[in-house]
């Protein structure tokens, strides 16, 4: 069953009115289908894209899971994706990595906690390599983290109502530096 809204459909529509094509606009649409779906999408999500879009179903997939940012698994409350690429890693990301694995219990493979609180996940360059380590949750950026700094980010997320990131226009997500 849609769980498109006719709110949801008349964002499409205006999000393809900027656009020459209706392919054109699938990338924001998967963004609007993956806000829907509660921050992911699963195939129905995918297929109602399709749908909306004109498009085979096979093409959106294809599209859907090539990206990292759509997300093809349901995930926790907080995702916090940690750079491993060249400068987070000299800098410690590795570290950071295990340590944040250490403290929730998780394999930063994209696994959740048991209480659904957090996702954790190492992904590639988030481009705030000159501050080097960079941690993403949500829509926000964390950079120059340390431990300690992670654990006060987790101690404060604990109590913090999720954020679903929306479709990025022309803003970059939010800088945050500690
Ligand atoms: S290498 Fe980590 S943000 Fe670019």
Aim: net charge negative; with cysteine; hydrophobic share 40%.
């Amino acid at each position: 069953m849609s769980k498109f809204t006719e709110k949801d459909k008349a964002r499409l529509d205006e999000l393809i009115s900027r656009y020459p094509t209706k392919k054109a606009a699938l990338l924001p649409s998967l963004w609007v289908a993956q806000e829907v779906y509660g921050g992911w999408l699963p195939l129905e999500a995918m297929d109602e894209v399709a749908q909306h879009l004109e498009l085979p179903t096979a093409d959106v997939q294809g599209v859907a899971t090539f990206y990292t940012m759509y997300n093809k698994e349901p995930r926790g409350q907080h995702a916090i994706e940690i750079c491993h690429n060249v400068s987070c890693m000299v800098l410690g990301a590795e570290q950071l990595i295990q340590h944040c694995e250490r403290k929730l219990g998780v394999s930063a493979t994209g696994e959740t906690t048991a209480d659904g609180v957090f996702t954790l996940a190492r992904v590639e360059c988030l481009g705030a390599c000159c501050n080097a380590p960079a941690v993403q949750v949500g829509g926000t950026y964390y950079e120059n983290v340390t431990a300690e700094q992670m654990d006060a980010l987790l101690e404060k997320l604990k109590s913090a109502p999720s954020e679903v990131v929306t479709p990025p226009q022309s803003a970059m997500p939010e800088m945050r530096k500690f």
